[in-house]
């Protein structure tokens, strides 16, 4: 088991220009998160799926925000038109929700840089 | 929305002392995760706790649900303890986490 990946680690752009990220889950989980961390802070929830389907989204996720899962495996976070204020770190997690019972998998999470 | 507090804040230790971090939630969580983020921003899972209590090594934790609060002890620490720990509920039918704003330890040799 190779565990959450996530690509890239890191991104540099300039404010108005859009980035994508993409997050591998861990094989056969069937839940997929995405949080968003800013210094000093805990993560925050912006979206997740199961399987494929979006179940819910956060109002932090704007309207330049969308993200995707579409086979069921792999998602990605697109950002439009970027602003300095979306400089962060972006996780992703992972977790198999046969039951209640549920422990999420983080990856190694993908920092962005607004300039 | 639920609350999630983490005390103490900061905490600074020699090397060799013992610990307890507190997570104190506001309503009743059906999945409690502890997790400690590294200094490249990783956060590794400590532990599964909706109630009872675990051990791993010299980490242990423990939930008490009903009166809604978590303790993780970290005990003989080392410099690589060091390091952000956070405490995570999730409630109700959401898939959500809920984070603290974490406990910032740090360990002196």
């Known amino acids: 088991d190779t565990g959450v990946s996530q690509d890239p680690r890191h991104k540099i752009t300039k404010r108005g220009q859009n980035v994508t990220f993409r997050c591998d889950p861990i094989s056969e989980h069937n839940r997929l998160y995405w949080y968003r961390q800013t210094l000093g802070q805990g993560p925050e929830f912006l979206t997740y799926f199961q399987n494929e389907a979006q179940l ?3 109002r932090l996720l704007s ?3 969308s993200a995707e899962r579409p086979k069921g495996s792999f998602s990605t976070l697109e950002i439009q038109r970027t602003e300095q204020g979306d400089s962060a770190m972006y996780l ?6 046969l039951t209640v019972q549920e422990t999420q998998y983080f990856g190694p999470g993908t920092r962005l840089l607004v300039l | 929305g639920i609350q999630v507090e983490q005390s103490p804040p900061d905490l600074i230790l020699q090397e060799g002392a013992n610990s307890t971090l507190r997570c104190n939630f506001s309503d009743s969580v059906n999945n409690l995760q502890w997790f400690h983020q590294n200094p490249w921003g990783q956060l590794i899972n400590l532990f599964y706790i ?3 209590t675990k051990q791993n090594g010299r980490l242990s934790a423990t939930t008490v649900a009903t009166e809604r609060y978590s303790l993780l002890y970290i005990s003989s620490s080392q410099t690589t303890d060091s390091g952000v720990y956070f405490c995570a509920v999730k409630f109700g039918n959401t898939g ?3 984070f603290g704003q974490g406990t910032t330890l740090q360990v002196k040799p």
């Open chain 1, 56 to 58: 819910e989204k956060s």
């Open chain 1, 63 to 65: 309207d330049r925000f």
């Open chain 1, 92 to 97: 992703c997690a992972s977790s198999l929700a």
């Open chain 2, 50 to 52: 909706p109630s009872g």
């Open chain 2, 96 to 98: 959500k986490l809920i």
